[in-house]
């Protein structure tokens, strides 16, 4: 069986929603990044824990999964994100730029549709902050279907933790993970 792709969303998983005052946890450190099609002079404060990429890095060595960004940074994520967590550059969905209000327009996540084009029919772990109900029946019912499909959402205003990837590396391997990694610091 070809290897199931590994999802990965960036705000409310690798970047918290800001807490009500206004903070970040102190696990997460600040970077100012200025994405593509922007000024030098426009740059956007973002938060990163650098635990989270020694975490990833070990769930993308495992060879169990092929890791794919799936998030409204697009290209930046592989440019701009991807490398303050020490991570290898890997593909993204090219998602849309569409004219919403809302991340759910139709009941369900907005991304959905396209991912559901973009993976066709192999299998999935997707990790993100923002699914409803309706995207844990379309989950429900590919799983039931034959094919592997696993939604993990993280609180967005804690983000990615350590069982996250532990979960996705059980469903990967059916068995449970003994070691579940260190929160090493990320050392480029
Ligand atoms: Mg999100």
């Known amino acids: 069986m070809r290897l199931p792709y590994l999802l990965l969303d960036i705000d ?11 903070t970040s946890p102190p696990t997460h450190a600040r970077h100012d990044v200025v994405p593509a099609g922007r000024s030098a002079d426009d740059a956007v404060t973002v938060w990163l824990n650098p635990a989270h990429g020694p975490l990833l890095m070990d769930v993308i060595r495992s060879g169990l999964v092929t890791p794919v960004w799936c998030t409204s940074w697009r290209q930046d994520a592989t440019t701009l994100i991807g490398p303050l967590l020490c991570l290898p550059s890997f593909p993204y969905v090219d998602l849309p730029r569409p004219q919403i209000t809302t991340s759910h327009p139709n009941g369900y996540l907005w991304k959905r549709d396209h991912v559901d084009a ?71």
């Open 12 to 22: 409310g998983v690798l970047i918290p929603f800001p807490a009500a005052i206004g």
């Open 118 to 188: 973009w993976i066709a029919d192999a299998p999935v772990a997707w990790i993100d902050d923002d699914f409803t109900d309706l995207d844990q029946e379309w989950a429900a019912e590919r799983d039931a279907g034959g094919t592997p499909t696993l939604l993990v959402q993280p609180d967005p205003y804690i983000g990615l933790l350590p069982e996250h990837l532990a979960t996705v590396r059980k469903w990967a391997t059916g068995k449970p993970l003994h070691d579940a990694g260190t929160a090493a610091t990320a050392r480029c």
